[in-house]
């Protein structure tokens, strides 16, 4: 089980909690999480990464265990506390400005 937290605007979308639990199949990758997420709330499908490309949307960013893992590649391994549920895996709605 993967513990995924989601930035507001996407659990109002998907009408979820704060946390989302997932069941991936396999060892959990960012790419498998997000396959997860996506085919179990299809109203997210496109949100965080482009359907054609398969890329992290510009201003989404993901994070785990403190550290940035947004560029990443999609198929490297999460760290073993997200994989084994201790730790959350967050999509994180990123800003910018000034």
Not at 10 to 18: D, E, P
Not at 70 to 96: K, N, T, W, Y
């Amino acid at each position: 089980m993967i513990r995924l937290v989601l930035p507001e605007h996407l659990r109002t979308l998907a009408h979820v909690g704060r946390e989302v639990e997932l069941d991936v199949i396999g060892p959990p990758t960012q790419r498998s999480v997000i396959d997860a997420l996506e085919a179990r709330f299809p109203v997210l499908q496109g949100t965080i990464r482009d359907p054609a490309t398969q890329r992290r949307r510009a201003y989404v960013r993901f994070f785990a265990c403190e550290d940035d893992l947004s560029h990443q590649l999609p198929d490297a391994l999460l760290p073993p506390a997200v994989a084994s549920g201790a730790e959350p895996f967050f999509v994180v709605g990123a800003m910018a400005g000034g």
